[in-house]
């Protein structure tokens, strides 16, 4: 089945930036340059407030004011990173859907350099997943786990477990 462009790139930035609030609506936390910014009145049609993250001022929440987007965004992707899920609709899509997808995952958690384009997480699932998206569009990707724990002086603790997972794809590619 074909995935609109919208309902792609509106997954693909849930998957990257997207939570549940307690009162069930979708919130995306990103930068304030972050494209997610402006797109975010293309992917929906339902009012929005871009409200600037209490801990930084270069972080926004972006609230949608669609309970029942945030419910369908918590049952086919799941809440919380840990229990993120690439939704069987990106799977079984055309591969522009899928390019749609990926390009919005990657405004919100990825970055390129020389050596290519990376994705980052701390969910080893969504690492491999998305390993395999990209394969079923044939562009082959390592996953590189990062430990961050030897990072931080001694005594000091990080919130979740310290490790870090980036999906590489070759310049190449």
């Excluded at 990825?110 to 384009?117: I, N, S, T, Y």
């Excluded at 430990?147 to 980036?166: F, I, M």
Aim: glycine share 8%; hydrophobic share 35%.
């Amino acid at each position: 089945a074909v995935v609109s462009r919208r309902k792609a790139r509106l997954l693909g930035y849930y998957i990257a930036e997207g939570s549940i609030t307690s009162d069930g609506y979708p919130c995306f936390t990103c930068n304030v340059s972050d494209e997610a910014v402006w797109e975010m009145h293309e992917l929906t049609d339902k009012p929005y407030s871009a409200i600037e993250h209490s801990a930084s001022t270069e972080a926004v929440n972006l609230s949608v004011y669609d309970k029942e987007l945030g419910s369908k965004l918590a049952e086919v992707v799941g809440r919380g990173v840990r229990s993120k899920v690439i939704p069987d609709v990106i799977y079984n899509t055309t591969v522009e859907s899928k390019l749609e997808f990926l390009a919005a995952w990657f405004n919100g958690d990825g970055w390129q350099d020389v050596k290519g384009l990376h994705w980052s997480t701390c969910s080893r699932g969504l690492s491999i997943e998305l390993q395999m998206l990209l394969a079923s569009i044939g562009v082959p990707a390592s996953v590189y786990r990062i430990d961050h724990t030897s990072d931080l002086p001694n005594g000091y603790k990080r919130v979740g477990d310290g490790t870090e997972y980036t999906v590489n794809v070759s310049n190449r590619y």
